[in-house]
Every structure is written in C-alpha cells, then in structure tokens.
C-alpha cells in the first residue's frame, strides 16, 4: 500500500496515462479515417461474405472504449463523461489544425500538397458521422457502464466493460456508416451515397470487428485496473458516481 502522498501522484500518473490513451486514439482514429480497409475471412458470411470491409479508423477507435472503460471503472461516471465531452472539443481542435496546415502555402521542397489535403483532409460527410457518432456511442458507453456497476458492485467487470462496449459500439457503427455514407451525401451533395446492401456490409463488418475487440480487450481491462488500484490505493475506496 503506497502513503497518501505517493498514492495521489501514482493517481495523477494514471488519470493521466489514461486519458493519453484515450485522446491519442481519438485522433489517430482521425487520421486514419479515410482509408477502407478489407480483411478476408475463411469463410462467407451473410450480406458481408468472405470479407470485412471497415474504416481505418475502426481499429484505433476500438482503443478508446477500453481506455474509457478503465477510467470509468476508476474513477467514476462523471469523471469519465468530463473526459468523454472535453475530447470532443478536442475533435475540432485536431480539424482546425489539420485544415490550417492544409491551406498553409507549401514550399518547394514539400510533399504534394495536394496529396497531403486528400490524405489528411477528411470530407464533410466523414466528419460529420465520426463526430456524432463520438459523442453518442462514447456518452451512451458511461452511462450502461454505471447503470451495470450499480447493479453489480465491484464484482462483474466482464459483464460491464463487454455490454456497455458492445452496445455502444454498436450505437457508433449504425451513425457513423450512415451519416458518412448515406444522410450527409444525400442531403449535402457530398461524397457518395452507397447502396443499401453496401451500407449493411459495411455497418456489419465493422461492427464485428468491433465486438471481437470489446471480448478480447477485457483481461487488459481486468489488468489495468487491477495495476492502479493496487498501486493508489484504491482498492478498498468506492468509485464516485
């Protein structure tokens, strides 16, 4: 067991290890939002077939609902919601730096700025999806987390970080494929708007990809919170609401 001074400093270095996590995946999920990527499986499955087709940015995504989870569990529901809602600034914060640079004049001995703008630069209907997809899924993931930790206590972390991530991931995935690929080039004449059975494909493949992280990131759930508790001294203190 650490003394009150060393376990508020080994508390701080959590919080903040944590939210670096968080807000590092956030927009690294940003950034590689515009690639598509395809991942073949060894079997056909329905409306998806042999392969799953998701965004970039889905893998890093994944990492802020762990990250998330862990934090809720540390430190409680209305911690966890400041640090949900101040990354969403943060979100604008990363675009406005992105655009800036992007419009920046370029010298002679940079690379293409064009292609740096179609690489870096997310459209319109990207931004908007991932956006309200965020703060919904993220909000959403809190809130089952501590309607299930008042049930359960302590005990059922499992339980809690897999239904809370699930669900909420789920939540993201329906906004955001729809958002970015069929309401904002619908409505705003921008990007293109995918058919529907292109649409299930890939609301479903992402979505399971998704899942699979949110069962096989429970033991490092189980392990960080376990690490800091152990380490701050939390283990006998009750989680804020």
């Known amino acids: 067991m ?5 376990a508020r400093e080994t508390a701080t270095i959590a919080q903040v290890a ?16 515009s690639k598509v990527l395809a991942f073949e499986l060894p079997f056909s499955l329905p409306v998806t077939g042999a392969e799953l087709v998701l965004p970039g940015a889905a893998l890093a995504y994944a990492l802020t609902f762990v990250a998330s989870d862990c ?15 101040v ?11 992105v655009w800036s640079t992007i419009i920046a004049p370029a010298a002679e001995a940079s690379i293409d700025p064009e292609m740096f703008a179609e690489v870096l630069g997310a459209s319109t209907n990207i931004v908007l999806g991932s956006l309200l997809a965020y703060v919904v899924s993220q909000n959403w993931d809190v809130i089952v987390f501590h ?21 909420s991931q789920a939540i ?29 494909a890939l609301m479903i493949g992402q979505y399971l990809l998704k899942l699979l992280i949110a069962l096989l990131d429970t033991p490092i759930v189980y392990a960080v919170v376990h690490l800091v508790r152990s380490r701050d001294g ?3 203190a009750e989680v804020p609401s």
Request: hydrophobic share 55%.
């Open 172 to 200: 993201d995935t329906v906004i955001f494929v729809a958002i970015a690929f069929a309401i904002a080039p619908a409505v705003l004449d921008v990007g293109v708007v995918l058919p529907l059975g292109e649409l299930l």
């Open 87 to 97: 990354a969403f600034v943060m979100n604008f914060i990363v675009l406005a730096l």
């Open 71 to 85: 934090y809720a569990e540390l430190y409680g529901r209305r911690a966890a919601q400041i640090v949900v809602n």
């Open 18 to 33: 944590l939210i670096g996590v968080f807000v590092t995946a956030l927009v690294t999920a940003q950034l590689t939002a």
């Open 2 to 6: 650490t003394s009150g001074s060393e």
């Open 147 to 167: 309607r299930i930790r008042a049930y359960t206590g302590r005990e059922k972390l499992w339980l809690r970080n897999v239904v809370s991530t699930g669900s």
């Open 234 to 236: 939390l283990e006998s």
